[in-house]
């Protein structure tokens, strides 16, 4: 976990892609949140202490190395594991909200386009989600926050007629898996795909 002070930072472009809100001052609480999406090593232990149903892609050779996201999860199932976890732990663990994500993914830089820098990897597409390591590390140490998986968020999308929650970072499955940090995305809760994951972020006590 990264801790990441309260404090105001610039959140969105004003020439980013369509949806994405423009650039305005934002203020969060101070949280932590997780080095990397959680991984399959992370998950298993939820699996065996609970009983829940793996996701569907647990088994399959392409998505079964440990230090790769846990991917196929719904929204309900990512906010499962953090109440698990704030139980096993005795600390508050959640989804992090979009600005708290794209906070920690700017590592403090204001207008770099992803959260490393502006330069694009040459890396890619790829067919199957890379290891939670592989991708480079923002300034804050973070790593997987593009080119990886979708990141389930705490957010609604307001701008969608049905319901759906927000979501950052990825995909290892687009053409193109070089979201930029300010890139949003949405689905609906029940839904599971195998570049969607999630991110744990500890609120204080």
């Not at 990441?4 to 472009?13: D, L, N, S, T, V």
């Not at 992803?114 to 597409?125: C, I, K, L, Q, S």
């Not at 969608?160 to 687009?174: F, L, M, N």
Request: aromatic share 12%; net charge negative.
């Amino acid at each position: 976990m990264v801790e990441i002070p309260p404090g105001w930072f610039w959140m969105g472009r004003d020439d980013g892609v369509r949806g994405e809100p423009p650039r305005r001052l934002v203020w969060t609480e101070g949280f932590a949140i997780g080095l990397a999406p959680v991984t399959n090593r992370d998950y298993a232990p939820y699996l065996d202490a609970t009983g829940t149903t793996p996701p569907s892609w647990w088994s399959d050779p392409r998505f079964d190395h440990p230090e790769q996201p846990v991917v196929g999860v719904n929204w309900f199932e990512a906010v499962a594991f953090c109440d698990w976890l704030s139980r096993k732990v005795g600390l508050p663990y959640r989804l992090p909200t979009e600005a708290e994500w794209e906070r920690a993914a700017r590592g403090g830089r204001c207008g770099a386009r992803f959260p490393w820098g502006d330069e694009r990897p040459t890396a890619g597409p790829f067919d199957r989600p890379p290891l939670v390591t592989d991708t480079p590390a923002n300034p804050l140490g973070l790593v997987a926050l593009s080119g990886v998986c979708h990141e389930w968020c705490l957010d609604w999308d307001d701008e969608r007629a049905e319901a759906r929650r927000s979501s950052r970072g990825g995909a290892w499955r687009h053409q193109d898996p070089w979201s930029m940090v300010t890139q949003h995305s949405s689905l609906p809760p029940h839904l599971r795909y195998s570049d969607y994951g999630f991110r744990v972020v500890r609120t204080p006590v």
